[in-house]
C-alpha cells in the first residue's frame, strides 16, 4: 500500500522557520512530480509549491515566494518543504503529494494521485 507520510509541523512564531518531510513507502518519488498543498481553516486547498521529477523545475504560489522552498532527496526518498520568515496567514493543514504521468509540475489538486495525511502548522503573531 502507497503511502505518504507528512512530518515536521507544530507552533512557531512568526519570522521562524519549519522544515516540513515527506516520505513515501511502496513509491520511488525521484519519478513523481510532487507537491505540497495546504489548507486553513474556513478556506478550500490551495497549492504551495509543486516540482517536476524530470527537470527539477519548480512552481511557487505568489504568497510563499520567496520565503519556501521545496527540495528532493532521493537516497532518502523524501520530499522537503523549507518555510522560513513564517506569518500567521501560513497557519494551514499541510499536505504533500505525488503525480505520475506528467513531465513537469502541477499545481492542480485534483490531478496529484496520492497523498498524505497532512500535518499542522501553526504561526502564531
Known amino acids: 500500500q502507497v503511502q505518504l507520510v507528512e512530518s515536521g509541523g507544530g507552533l512557531v512564531q512568526a519570522g521562524g522557520s519549519l522544515r516540513l518531510s515527506c516520505t513515501a513507502s511502496r513509491l520511488t518519488l525521484s519519478t513523481y512530480a510532487m507537491g505540497w498543498f495546504r489548507r486553513a481553516p474556513g478556506k478550500g486547498r490551495e497549492v504551495v509549491t509543486a516540482?517536476?521529477?524530470?527537470?527539477?523545475?519548480?512552481y511557487y504560489a505568489d504568497s510563499v515566494k520567496g520565503r519556501f522552498t521545496i527540495s528532493r532527496d532521493n537516497a532518502k526518498n523524501t520530499v522537503y518543504l523549507q518555510m522560513n520568515s513564517l506569518k500567521p496567514e501560513d497557519t494551514a493543514v499541510y499536505y504533500c503529494a505525488a503525480r505520475s504521468s506528467t513531465w513537469g509540475w502541477d499545481a492542480t489538486s485534483t490531478r496529484y494521485d496520492y497523498w498524505g495525511q497532512g500535518t499542522q502548522v501553526t504561526v502564531s503573531s
Open positions: 516540482l517536476s521529477w524530470r527537470d527539477s523545475s519548480t
